[in-house]
């Protein structure tokens, strides 16, 4: 089984539709992020978590917010989703040690908005 | 702030020819530096690191080193094969920072 998964794997939906991500890891990492991916510009960090209480904007919150389940769950929710947010979004995770430990990638949600 | 500047892409070559992907970061304090590979349909998964000057992070015939003088950590191989065809990320981590900090990606295509 994978490490990190995420759900959906594909998702198309409306404009002002609410949206969510999901995604699960069996890794024990305390640190988990989601990141959208466009084409030019690279992997840009949306929200990140560094436990259960512990919940951080990265460097494009705007119109999303997040959810900590559990040490295992983070997830991902488009409130009012719009089409500039069609994106591929991926889940990470991480130890404590950023430098020792690499961070480990969800497989990705291709999500449309139309 | 702390940035990660890659070449841009694509890159096609063919199969046995050598590679050179450039990286070159601005940061505050001493980073680790990271190359990340995302083959096709996949996430991301790293490829080779380097945590202080001069190191040198290697990886499945991969090899970049950490040249501080120039801030830049250049992604090199001697002879790529079809299998190398991927996205190519540079990244970086600045000393207190609780995030990497990723380049814009290389989309590397290697032809038999």
């Known amino acids: 089984d994978a490490d990190v998964t995420q759900t959906p794997r594909n998702r198309i939906t409306k404009t002002g539709k609410r949206i969510m991500l999901e995604c699960s890891q069996t890794?024990?990492?305390?640190?988990m992020y989601w990141y959208r991916q466009d084409p030019g510009l690279g992997l840009r960090l949306i929200y990140y978590s560094f436990d259960v209480k512990d919940i951080n904007k990265g460097e494009i919150s705007d119109g999303y917010s997040v959810s900590r389940q559990a040490q295992a769950k983070f997830s991902l929710s488009l409130e009012s989703a719009i089409p500039n947010q069609t994106a591929l979004y991926f889940c990470?995770?991480?130890?404590?040690?950023?430098?020792?430990?690499?961070?480990?990638f969800g497989p990705g949600t291709r999500l449309t908005v139309l | 702030g702390n940035s990660v500047t890659q070449m841009e892409g694509p890159v096609t070559l063919s199969e046995e020819a050598f590679l050179t992907i450039n990286c070159t970061y601005t940061a505050t304090g001493y980073p680790s530096l990271f190359w990340y590979v995302q083959y096709p349909g996949e996430g991301l998964q790293l490829l080779l690191k380097?945590?202080?000057?001069?190191d040198k992070g290697s990886n499945k015939g991969f090899e970049a080193t950490y040249r501080k003088e120039t801030t830049s950590f250049h992604l090199e191989k001697g002879s790529v094969q079809v299998s190398d065809s991927a996205v190519y990320f540079c990244a970086l981590l600045s000393g207190s920072a609780r995030q990497l900090t990723f380049g814009s990606g290389t989309q590397l295509t290697v032809l038999p």
């Open positions: 890794k024990g990492h305390d640190r």
């Open positions: 990470a995770t991480q130890g404590r040690d950023m430098v020792r430990n690499e961070q480990f």
């Open positions: 380097a945590t202080k000057a001069d």
